[in-house]
């Protein structure tokens, strides 16, 4: 801004109007005298057109105090160059829809429409918004024409402050107000870039400009008056109590923001009252009320990270509220972290003894996670508290029933009841429990449900077995029963109970799947094929069993022989499955989704064949079946617009965002990903939920969780308008290849999360490593191939427990070698069981330890297996393998770091799990394989740089894995370097980089895509 040619041409109309002006009738601002009732005359609008001229070209006009639009307009006219931001929220004049009417309409006369930025509220809510959005735009001329009172004109001239130009001119109207004038002189007084540039508020003419004062601001000026100056309009006194004006001001701000984010979060305003107490909270950090408000929002909206993370910071603030401890015990709940809930209730209770709501959640969680007796004595201290309280005695006697203690629970509830007097639900729980006592049968189902409920297999199935043995079940039970011995690995006590099931209700189909699946988990596989053609006799309609029983793949073969078997009838299966499928019928299209919604071809993969052909024929299948099921589903979509931050929206979906493996390699591509460039959803499909979910929820600008339901989760991912969308895994569950075959996005992708192709029309990309792919991968996926540098995930390094347990503990000798086999069994072909027993030949202190997965049945038939290829080499596979159960994570760690080498499988390698083995420093021995889900381990060794141990052939791996054996020098030292290469390996980013940049490649394609053919 110019100032001194500004002043000078200021100074000459000033000169000329020694009275005030009327503009003849030909004058371009007739219109607005005409069209606007204005509270300003017409000098003041000469004065703001001209201080607009002289506004450079990157700054804006910005008026406090609208009304119609007379000085807006004025100000704006002839200046097509600037843009302008105008403030009013209305509420001195009635009705607010006359004057917004008449300004939009204003606005509109004189082209101003595109120019002007109207924002309906008051000026310390607009600046507060300004703050809040990290606004870069700057004022070059500010008029404020509002209230006149000390404290509104001094806060407009302190809230305007940050977003002035280097360089402005501040107009301000009505200054003969005395309390007006004194807040522009104390303004100027405590900022020295400020200074009177002119002033036109002296009497004999506040009649002509309307007691305007002008003032200059310029960011490089240090000083402007002397204190002589000041003295004549205040005492320094004063002066210095501005500062705490400005300390007060903010903090009646921000208590005013916090009330009206009250009341919007009490009317059930949730996302403006966010905002409210986002701006409350900028203006005072420290109001701990707007914290714990701004948590329990969080908390309603399902984000718990972030509730998490603001009540800690609140507890920073103030620690000795009891409700933000009770706050917080809620929020660990909801991340499944108990722990710390506990902990957290119990500081709610140490901080107000008389805490009933925390003694009862707290109670709740002890028997939540079976620590039965220690909720018993909670409830009883909440008694203690309050002897008044039902729902303390209500939640003792439900934990005394929980305990057998029927006499017991029957005086809690008749204590409850006597305290809250006709209540239903204790009315009915207590008649309930009454009849318990007279009924040993049905005393005995109720407690089996209960344990089942809790998760107590073992004594639910002794209580389910204690009814049975009077009577027979209904269906429930026996589902429920059969479920327990599978949870427990009992396969054959399962299956017996589905078959016993079977004999009372043989029309129920339900029973032959469930059977059907238990034996083909069992590795029953044979046996399931006749129990499923059995089957389809009965139900001849329901494709499950035919030809949905050619499908059928065992989780473990006997034989190499077996594999092509199999293979061959899958392949004749889906041929099959083609040629009888209808679906121009209802019926057929019916029947086609119920099949395809009950199966996957995840087992295929484990036969170490290229799947490609397999894949695209049931890959075109389901998407015809879907496109039959759902036709206004696959229709190609435009790419859409860019969010209004201009983020490009990436949505990833998954069953597996919890601590699954899935999970656990996904994960760093959302922790490190570019947020200024990329907005992330994530979709949790799947009920589970743990600590990791919750970190996919703190990295993810939307999580939504919707377990199951195929259409709401589609509804949900259109409206959210991704431009690309991850399916993380496909293959592991029915639910995601029906929405892969889908058209929910214009980009959609898979990973090597689960490392086939889908074979699907519909999944446009393969998202894979570069170390991993052989020279010819392109021949193995029906997706267009990206391979991205390194493993192409980004692994954070386990962080690994102290050791607790000693080698006897897994049956494993002291002076053994170790070879650790960790991998689920479907990975050990048959024709590789060999190399174990040419090992021990070489290698007599060798032991190798296996884990039952996925079941101990399993463990039992590989045994078998073992024992076989063992004999020939005239070996006894029990002085040599060990087959543990399943494991708990924290003995999983320790058998990884009691053992001494990793041997990798060779169809398909270890991923997680070795990359897990590093972590413990455990020398990896491994054989690339043909397929990419064969160099897993290859990949992550060659991006170590150590390729001593991997082989070449299998004569190779044996030789590597027998000097590993022998050599422990070369052994320890192996492991040395594996140690000090951690850094190259964990929390890679090229990786994620490399990511994003396909990203946002493939959106520009994709757009470019579209304009072309929208232009042709």
């Known amino acids: 801004m110019d100032y001194q040619l500004f002043t000078q041409q200021l100074s000459n109309l000033y000169d000329n109007w020694g009275t005030p002006q009327v503009y003849p009738k030909s004058s371009q601002f007739q219109p607005i005298i005409n069209q606007v009732e204005t509270t300003t005359t017409v000098n003041v609008m000469q004065l703001l057109n001209l201080a607009v001229e002289f506004m450079p070209r990157d700054e804006i006009y910005c008026e406090i105090g609208t009304f119609q639009g007379g000085s807006l307009i004025a100000a704006m006219l002839n200046h097509s160059e600037h843009t302008a931001y105008t403030v009013d929220n209305f509420l ?221 910071k609140s507890l920073e603030i103030d620690s000795s509220q009891a409700i933000q401890y009770y706050t917080l015990g809620l929020v660990f709940e909801k991340l499944g972290d108990f722990t710390q809930a506990v902990l957290a209730y119990q500081e709610a209770i140490a901080l107000n003894p008389n805490y009933i709501d925390a003694y009862n959640n707290l109670g709740n969680i002890l028997f ?90 073992q004594g639910a199935i002794t209580y389910y077995h204690k009814f049975l043995a009077n009577q027979a079940g209904n269906l429930e039970l026996y589902f429920a029963l059969a479920e327990c011995h599978q949870k427990l690995e009992q396969y054959p006590e399962a299956i017996q109970v589905y078959r016993n099931a079977i004999d009372i209700y043989p029309k129920v189909a339900n029973l032959y799947r469930n059977l059907i699946s238990a034996l083909i988990e069992s590795g029953e596989t044979k046996k399931a094929i006749t129990i499923a ?271 607790e347990q000693t080698r006897s503990d897994f049956n494993l000798r002291d002076e053994a070698v170790v070879y650790l086999c960790c991998q689920t069994l479907c990975k050990y072909l048959p024709q590789h069981d060999r190399i174990f027993a040419e090992i021990a030949q070489q290698v007599p202190q060798a032991q190798f330890v296996f884990i039952s997965r996925p079941n101990a049945e399993i463990g039992k038939q590989f045994q078998c297996r073992l024992q076989q290829a063992f004999t020939q080499y005239g070996l006894n596979s029990k002085d040599f393998c060990v087959i543990l159960p399943r494991l708990a994570q924290r003995a999983y760690w320790n058998l990884y770091i009691l053992s001494d080498i990793f041997l990798d499988t060779f169809s398909w390698s270890g991923g997680h799990t070795t990359l897990d083995a590093i972590a413990c420093n455990l020398p990896i021995v491994t054989c690339p394989g043909k397929l990419m889900r064969g160099r897993h381990s290859y990949a992550i060794l060659k991006m170590l740089g150590m390729t001593e141990t991997i082989a070449k052939n299998e004569v190779e791996y044996v030789k590597i894995a027998v000097r590993l054996g022998i050599e422990a020098q070369w052994r320890n030292s192996i492991a040395e370097r594996l140690m000090q290469s951690h850094p190259y390996l964990y929390d890679d980013k090229n990786c994620v980089a490399a990511l994003e940049a396909f990203y946002q490649r493939a959106v520009q394609e994709a757009q470019l895509a579209t304009s072309d053919i929208s232009s042709g």
């Not at 004057?99 to 509109?108: G, V």
């Not at 695209?616 to 979509?637: C, F, I, S, T």
Request: charged residues 20%; hydrophobic residues 40%.
């Open 368 to 457: 939540q996670v079976g620590r039965l007796s220690q909720a018993e004595s909670i409830y009883r201290q909440a008694i203690a508290v309050n002897p008044e309280h039902y729902g303390s005695y209500l939640n003792l006697a439900n934990i005394l029933l929980a305990q057998q203690q029927i006499d017991e629970a029957v005086i809690a509830y008749e204590k409850s009841l006597q305290l809250k007097p006709n209540d239903a639900k204790i009315v009915a729980a207590l008649e309930f429990v009454r009849n318990l006592k007279s009924d040993e049968n049905q005393t005995a189902l109720y407690f089996g449900n209960d344990c089942y409920q809790r998760g107590e297999y």
């Open 533 to 803: 053609n059995h089957a389809a006799s009965l139900f001849p309609d329901d494709w499950y069993f035919h030809p949905g029983e050619l499908l059928i793949l065992p989780v473990i073969y006997e034989n190499l022989e077996e594999i092509a078997t199999y293979r061959n009838r899958f392949n004749q299966g889906i041929q099959q499955l083609i040629q009888q499928t209808n679906l121009n019928t209802e019926l057929g299209t019916q029947k086609a989704l119920a099949l395809i919604s009950q199966r996957t071809n995840f087992f295929l993969a484990y036969q170490g064949e290229n799947d490609l052909d397999i894949q695209q024929k049931y890959g075109e299948y389901a998407h015809r079946v879907m496109a039959a099921n759902y036709p206004q589903l696959v229709k190609p979509l435009p790419v859409p617009p860019l969010s209004k931050t201009g983020k490009i929206r990436i949505g990833y979906i998954s069953g597996c965002l919890w601590g699954h493996t899935v999970g656990k390699l996904s994960l760093g591509w959302l922790r490190h990903h570019n947020s200024s460039e990329f907005e992330i959803y994530c979709y949790q499909i799947n009920e589970t939920q743990d600590q990791l979910t919750q970190q996919f929820r703190k990295y993810s600008h939307t999580f939504h969780y919707i377990p199951g339901n195929l259409e709401l989760i589609c509804q949900q991912i259109l409206i959210d308008q991704l431009h690309l969308l991850v399916f993380i895994d496909l293959g592991l569950q029915a639910l995601m290849t029906q929405l892969a075959a889908l058209r929910l996005a214009p980009i959609q992708c898979t990973t090597w999360a689960h490392p086939v192709t889908s074979g699907l029309p519909t999944v446009d990309y393969f998202l894979s490593s570069d170390l991993m792919e052989p020279e010819n991968a392109t021949e193995h996926y029906s997706e267009k191939l990206i391979r991205l540098p390194n493993i192409g995930i980004s692994y954070i390094k386990p962080t690994i427990p102290i050791l």
């Open 92 to 312: 001195e004049f009635d009705p607010f829809a006359d004057n917004f009417d008449n300004l939009a309409e204003n606005l509109s006369n004189f082209n101003l429409t595109e120019q002007v930025l109207f924002c309906h509220q008051d000026f310390e809510e607009f600046f507060s918004n300004l703050r809040e959005m990290q606004s870069a735009d700057k004022i070059g001329v500010y008029f404020y024409d509002a209230s006149q009172d000390y404290r509104s004109q001094f806060l407009a001239l302190l809230l305007a402050k940050p977003f002035l130009a280097d360089e402005a001119i501040i107009i301000l109207n009505n200054s003969n107000s005395a309390a007006a004038r004194q807040a522009n002189w104390d303004f100027i007084a405590a900022n020295p870039e400020s200074q009177l540039l002119l002033d036109f508020s002296t009497p004999e003419l506040t009649n002509s400009w309307n007691s305007l004062q002008v003032l200059s601001w310029n960011v490089h000026q240090t000083e402007n008056y002397d204190w002589s100056t000041f003295h004549q309009v205040r005492n320094s006194t004063v002066i210095q109590s501005i500062y705490k004006l400005q300390s007060d001001s903010k903090r009646e701000i921000a208590e005013n923001l916090y009330n009206q984010a009250l009341t919007l979060y009490q009317t059930g305003k949730l996302t403006e009252a966010e905002q409210k107490f986002k701006q409350a909270l900028r203006w005072n950090q420290n109001q701990v009320e707007a914290w714990h408000h701004l948590a329990i929002l969080y908390y309603m909206t399902e984000r718990y990270q972030d509730a998490r993370n603001i009540l800690l």
